[in-house]
Protein backbone atom coordinates (compact mmCIF):
# COMPACT_ATOMS: atom_id res chain seq x y z
CA UNK A 1 0.00 0.00 0.00
CA UNK A 2 2.58 2.52 -0.95
CA UNK A 3 1.94 6.16 -2.28
CA UNK A 4 -0.58 5.84 -5.52
CA UNK A 5 1.48 8.13 -7.59
CA UNK A 6 3.26 8.58 -11.13
CA UNK A 7 6.59 8.84 -11.03
CA UNK A 8 6.67 11.16 -14.26
CA UNK A 9 4.22 13.77 -11.62
CA UNK A 10 7.08 13.76 -8.92
CA UNK A 11 8.21 16.94 -10.74
CA UNK A 12 5.41 19.10 -11.13
CA UNK A 13 5.51 20.21 -7.40
CA UNK A 14 8.95 21.65 -8.31
CA UNK A 15 7.90 23.46 -11.66
CA UNK A 16 5.05 25.36 -10.19
CA UNK A 17 7.63 26.16 -6.94
CA UNK A 18 9.52 27.93 -9.82
CA UNK A 19 6.67 29.08 -11.58
CA UNK A 20 5.63 31.05 -8.40
CA UNK A 21 8.94 31.98 -6.51
CA UNK A 22 8.94 35.51 -9.32
CA UNK A 23 5.42 36.85 -7.55
CA UNK A 24 4.74 35.03 -4.75
CA UNK A 25 6.22 34.75 -1.06
CA UNK A 26 8.05 31.31 -0.04
CA UNK A 27 5.03 30.17 2.07
CA UNK A 28 2.91 30.24 -0.78
CA UNK A 29 5.38 28.34 -2.90
CA UNK A 30 5.69 25.70 -0.03
CA UNK A 31 1.88 25.71 0.82
CA UNK A 32 1.88 25.18 -3.14
CA UNK A 33 4.07 22.40 -3.32
CA UNK A 34 2.27 20.61 -0.31
CA UNK A 35 -1.15 20.98 -1.49
CA UNK A 36 0.25 19.10 -5.14
CA UNK A 37 2.05 16.52 -3.24
CA UNK A 38 -0.71 15.91 -1.13
CA UNK A 39 -2.89 15.23 -4.32
CA UNK A 40 0.11 12.94 -5.56
CA UNK A 41 -0.63 10.53 -2.98
CA UNK A 42 -4.05 9.97 -3.50
CA UNK A 43 -3.44 9.11 -7.13
CA UNK A 44 -4.31 6.05 -8.55
CA UNK A 45 -1.68 3.24 -9.35
CA UNK A 46 -2.43 -0.46 -9.76
CA UNK A 47 1.69 -1.31 -10.55
CA UNK A 48 3.27 -2.53 -7.01
CA UNK A 49 6.66 -2.23 -8.29
CA UNK A 50 5.93 1.13 -10.13
CA UNK A 51 4.57 2.44 -6.61
CA UNK A 52 7.56 0.71 -4.52
CA UNK A 53 9.78 2.51 -7.08
CA UNK A 54 8.15 5.78 -6.46
CA UNK A 55 7.45 5.91 -3.38
CA UNK A 56 10.93 6.50 -1.56
CA UNK A 57 11.39 9.82 -3.16
CA UNK A 58 7.78 11.10 -2.96
CA UNK A 59 8.01 10.59 1.39
CA UNK A 60 11.68 11.84 1.29
CA UNK A 61 10.80 14.95 -0.64
CA UNK A 62 7.40 15.24 1.05
CA UNK A 63 8.87 15.15 4.31
CA UNK A 64 11.33 18.08 3.40
CA UNK A 65 8.44 20.20 2.48
CA UNK A 66 6.30 19.32 5.54
CA UNK A 67 8.69 20.02 7.71
CA UNK A 68 8.57 23.73 7.84
CA UNK A 69 4.37 23.56 8.02
CA UNK A 70 3.90 20.60 9.93
CA UNK A 71 0.40 22.18 10.26
CA UNK A 72 -0.60 20.88 6.35
CA UNK A 73 -3.14 18.56 7.05
CA UNK A 74 -3.74 17.18 3.70
CA UNK A 75 0.40 16.63 3.14
CA UNK A 76 0.68 15.10 6.60
CA UNK A 77 -2.20 12.91 6.19
CA UNK A 78 -0.18 11.76 2.83
CA UNK A 79 3.41 11.46 4.11
CA UNK A 80 1.54 9.26 7.25
CA UNK A 81 -0.37 7.07 4.98
CA UNK A 82 2.80 6.59 2.72
CA UNK A 83 4.98 5.64 5.43
CA UNK A 84 2.56 3.20 6.66
CA UNK A 85 1.82 1.59 3.48
CA UNK A 86 5.40 1.54 2.86
CA UNK A 87 6.21 -0.72 6.08
CA UNK A 88 3.49 -3.22 5.62
CA UNK A 89 3.33 -3.98 1.87
CA UNK A 90 7.19 -4.03 0.93
CA UNK A 91 8.96 -4.37 4.29
CA UNK A 92 7.03 -6.33 6.90
CA UNK A 93 5.42 -8.43 4.62
CA UNK A 94 8.84 -9.20 2.61
CA UNK A 95 9.83 -9.92 6.63
CA UNK A 96 6.96 -12.81 6.80
CA UNK A 97 7.99 -14.15 3.57
CA UNK A 98 11.84 -14.85 4.82
CA UNK A 99 10.88 -15.71 7.89
CA UNK A 100 10.96 -19.22 7.53
CA UNK A 101 14.41 -19.40 5.87
CA UNK A 102 16.12 -16.65 7.17
CA UNK A 103 14.77 -14.95 10.52
CA UNK A 104 18.04 -12.75 11.64
CA UNK A 105 17.16 -11.21 8.24
CA UNK A 106 13.37 -10.64 8.82
CA UNK A 107 13.80 -9.38 12.46
CA UNK A 108 15.97 -6.70 10.45
CA UNK A 109 13.22 -6.03 8.61
CA UNK A 110 10.88 -6.16 11.12
CA UNK A 111 12.94 -3.52 13.09
CA UNK A 112 12.96 -1.14 10.26
CA UNK A 113 8.96 -1.68 9.60
CA UNK A 114 8.39 -0.46 12.93
CA UNK A 115 10.56 2.44 12.29
CA UNK A 116 8.47 3.77 9.32
CA UNK A 117 5.60 2.98 11.18
CA UNK A 118 6.59 5.51 13.73
CA UNK A 119 7.50 7.71 11.11
CA UNK A 120 4.41 7.78 9.75
CA UNK A 121 2.92 8.39 12.91
CA UNK A 122 4.60 10.95 14.26
CA UNK A 123 3.46 13.20 11.09
CA UNK A 124 -0.22 12.37 11.72
CA UNK A 125 0.40 12.89 15.48
CA UNK A 126 2.00 16.33 14.89
CA UNK A 127 -0.36 18.10 12.59
CA UNK A 128 -3.23 17.25 14.82
CA UNK A 129 -1.10 18.61 17.70
CA UNK A 130 -0.68 21.84 15.32
CA UNK A 131 -4.46 21.97 14.92
CA UNK A 132 -5.22 21.30 18.60
CA UNK A 133 -2.36 22.68 20.82
CA UNK A 134 -2.06 19.95 23.62
CA UNK A 135 -3.55 16.70 21.69
CA UNK A 136 -1.44 14.60 22.40
CA UNK A 137 -1.42 15.01 25.43
CA UNK A 138 -5.06 15.13 26.12
CA UNK A 139 -5.33 11.60 24.56
CA UNK A 140 -2.87 10.20 27.25
CA UNK A 141 -5.74 11.16 29.53
CA UNK A 142 -8.89 8.72 29.07
CA UNK A 143 -10.98 11.09 31.74
CA UNK A 144 -11.17 14.41 29.08
CA UNK A 145 -10.38 12.72 25.61
CA UNK A 146 -9.83 15.29 22.88
CA UNK A 147 -12.43 15.95 20.25
CA UNK A 148 -12.08 15.41 16.18
CA UNK A 149 -13.45 17.40 13.60
CA UNK A 150 -14.95 15.32 10.31
CA UNK A 151 -11.65 16.86 8.76
CA UNK A 152 -9.34 15.26 11.12
CA UNK A 153 -10.49 12.11 10.96
CA UNK A 154 -8.23 11.02 7.93
CA UNK A 155 -4.84 11.91 10.43
CA UNK A 156 -6.17 10.20 13.19
CA UNK A 157 -7.05 7.08 11.44
CA UNK A 158 -3.54 6.85 10.12
CA UNK A 159 -1.56 7.89 13.24
CA UNK A 160 -3.69 4.87 14.90
CA UNK A 161 -3.42 2.51 12.03
CA UNK A 162 0.61 3.28 11.98
CA UNK A 163 0.50 3.21 15.58
CA UNK A 164 -0.79 -0.58 15.87
CA UNK A 165 1.52 -1.51 12.61
CA UNK A 166 4.57 -0.25 14.89
CA UNK A 167 3.30 -2.33 18.09
CA UNK A 168 2.85 -5.10 16.46
CA UNK A 169 6.34 -4.95 15.34
CA UNK A 170 7.44 -3.92 18.97
CA UNK A 171 6.78 -7.60 21.42
CA UNK A 172 10.16 -6.85 22.99
CA UNK A 173 9.80 -3.13 23.27
CA UNK A 174 7.23 -3.32 26.55
CA UNK A 175 7.24 0.97 26.77
CA UNK A 176 6.03 0.82 22.89
CA UNK A 177 3.57 -2.29 23.73
CA UNK A 178 2.34 0.00 26.70
CA UNK A 179 1.17 2.93 24.07
CA UNK A 180 -1.92 0.11 22.41
CA UNK A 181 -4.69 1.98 24.41
CA UNK A 182 -3.45 5.24 23.27
CA UNK A 183 -3.42 3.87 19.72
CA UNK A 184 -6.89 2.50 20.12
CA UNK A 185 -8.28 5.58 22.06
CA UNK A 186 -7.14 7.65 18.69
CA UNK A 187 -9.02 4.91 16.08
CA UNK A 188 -11.99 5.49 19.32
CA UNK A 189 -12.22 9.05 18.52
CA UNK A 190 -12.21 8.52 14.34
CA UNK A 191 -14.49 5.54 14.84
CA UNK A 192 -17.12 8.11 17.20
CA UNK A 193 -16.72 10.82 14.49
CA UNK A 194 -17.11 9.49 11.37
CA UNK A 195 -17.50 5.33 11.09
CA UNK A 196 -17.97 4.95 7.69
CA UNK A 197 -14.17 6.45 7.05
CA UNK A 198 -12.27 4.82 4.23
CA UNK A 199 -15.65 2.52 2.76
CA UNK A 200 -14.88 0.22 5.63
CA UNK A 201 -11.07 1.15 6.56
CA UNK A 202 -11.77 2.37 9.85
CA UNK A 203 -13.83 -0.43 10.85
CA UNK A 204 -11.01 -3.13 9.39
CA UNK A 205 -8.73 -1.36 11.54
CA UNK A 206 -10.96 -1.21 14.80
CA UNK A 207 -11.11 -5.28 14.46
CA UNK A 208 -7.92 -5.97 14.22
CA UNK A 209 -7.53 -3.42 17.31
CA UNK A 210 -10.48 -5.44 19.18
CA UNK A 211 -8.46 -8.75 18.35
CA UNK A 212 -5.07 -7.58 19.96
CA UNK A 213 -6.57 -5.90 22.96
CA UNK A 214 -6.19 -7.83 25.93
CA UNK A 215 -9.16 -9.31 26.86
CA UNK A 216 -11.08 -8.32 23.45
CA UNK A 217 -13.74 -9.78 22.21
CA UNK A 218 -14.05 -12.29 19.62
CA UNK A 219 -17.37 -11.56 18.49
CA UNK A 220 -17.10 -7.36 18.51
CA UNK A 221 -14.40 -7.61 16.38
CA UNK A 222 -16.01 -9.92 14.13
CA UNK A 223 -18.60 -7.34 13.71
CA UNK A 224 -16.09 -4.72 13.49
CA UNK A 225 -14.92 -6.96 9.82
CA UNK A 226 -18.36 -7.54 8.47
CA UNK A 227 -19.35 -3.88 9.01
CA UNK A 228 -15.92 -3.22 6.73
CA UNK A 229 -17.41 -5.64 4.13
CA UNK A 230 -20.79 -4.24 3.83
CA UNK A 231 -19.14 -0.17 4.09
CA UNK A 232 -17.09 -1.39 1.01
CA UNK A 233 -19.43 -3.48 -0.66
CA UNK A 234 -17.27 -6.41 -0.69
CA UNK A 235 -14.57 -4.53 -2.86
CA UNK A 236 -11.89 -4.59 -0.05
CA UNK A 237 -9.45 -7.39 -0.73
CA UNK A 238 -7.93 -6.24 2.83
CA UNK A 239 -11.22 -6.78 4.53
CA UNK A 240 -11.31 -10.39 3.80
CA UNK A 241 -8.28 -10.60 4.40
CA UNK A 242 -8.42 -8.87 7.74
CA UNK A 243 -11.34 -11.06 8.82
CA UNK A 244 -9.07 -14.18 7.72
CA UNK A 245 -5.80 -13.26 9.75
CA UNK A 246 -7.99 -11.83 13.11
CA UNK A 247 -11.06 -14.07 13.20
CA UNK A 248 -10.83 -17.48 11.18
CA UNK A 249 -6.75 -18.14 12.27
CA UNK A 250 -6.92 -17.79 15.66
CA UNK A 251 -9.97 -19.60 15.89
CA UNK A 252 -8.30 -22.42 13.63
CA UNK A 253 -11.03 -22.48 11.61
CA UNK A 254 -8.93 -23.02 8.13
CA UNK A 255 -12.36 -23.63 5.99
CA UNK A 256 -12.86 -19.84 6.96
CA UNK A 257 -9.65 -19.02 6.14
CA UNK A 258 -9.35 -20.40 2.67
CA UNK A 259 -12.73 -18.98 1.73
CA UNK A 260 -12.13 -16.00 3.28
CA UNK A 261 -8.78 -15.16 1.48
CA UNK A 262 -10.25 -16.91 -2.39
CA UNK A 263 -12.83 -13.86 -1.98
CA UNK A 264 -9.81 -11.02 -1.34
CA UNK A 265 -8.42 -13.25 -4.42
CA UNK A 266 -11.71 -12.51 -6.20
CA UNK A 267 -12.29 -8.85 -5.80
CA UNK A 268 -11.65 -6.73 -8.62
CA UNK A 269 -11.34 -3.17 -9.53
CA UNK A 270 -12.84 -0.91 -11.65
CA UNK A 271 -9.80 0.96 -14.36
CA UNK A 272 -8.72 4.19 -12.36
CA UNK A 273 -10.06 2.19 -9.20
CA UNK A 274 -8.42 4.56 -5.78
CA UNK A 275 -8.21 0.91 -4.11
CA UNK A 276 -6.92 -0.61 -6.90
CA UNK A 277 -3.17 -0.49 -5.19
CA UNK A 278 -4.36 -1.61 -2.04
CA UNK A 279 -6.38 -4.37 -2.80
CA UNK A 280 -3.44 -5.65 -5.21
CA UNK A 281 -1.09 -5.63 -2.18
CA UNK A 282 -3.62 -7.31 -0.30
CA UNK A 283 -4.07 -9.80 -2.60
CA UNK A 284 -0.68 -10.49 -3.05
CA UNK A 285 -0.59 -11.23 0.80
CA UNK A 286 -3.69 -13.66 0.19
CA UNK A 287 -1.93 -15.69 -2.23
CA UNK A 288 1.16 -15.68 0.37
CA UNK A 289 -1.46 -16.69 3.07
CA UNK A 290 -2.69 -19.54 1.05
CA UNK A 291 0.50 -20.89 -0.30
CA UNK A 292 1.36 -21.32 3.66
CA UNK A 293 -2.18 -22.08 4.93
CA UNK A 294 -0.59 -25.62 5.90
CA UNK A 295 2.17 -24.45 8.11
CA UNK A 296 -0.80 -21.86 9.81
CA UNK A 297 -2.77 -24.59 10.67
Known amino acids: MAPTLAACRIALPLVAAVALAACSPQQMVMRSVADELASQGQSAEDDLELAREASAFYLKFSE ?5 QPAHAGLATA ?12 VAFEAD ?19 LYRRGRDHALAALDAARPGFR ?33 SKDDPDTVADLPLAIRLARLAWDTDPA ?31 ALRRSGG ?20 AAFIALLEQALAVRDAPGSP ?14 LLDTADDLF
Open 275 to 288: SALANEVMRRRARW
Open 235 to 254: RSAGAFVAKAEGIAQPAGDK
Open 97 to 115: RLEATDAQAAHRLRQRAAR
Open 137 to 169: RALADPSAPPGLQPGEVALAYWAAAAWGGQISL
Open 64 to 68: SVLQP
Open 197 to 227: FGNGDLASLMGSFEVARPGGSRDRAAGYFDE
Open 79 to 90: VAAGFTRYAYAF
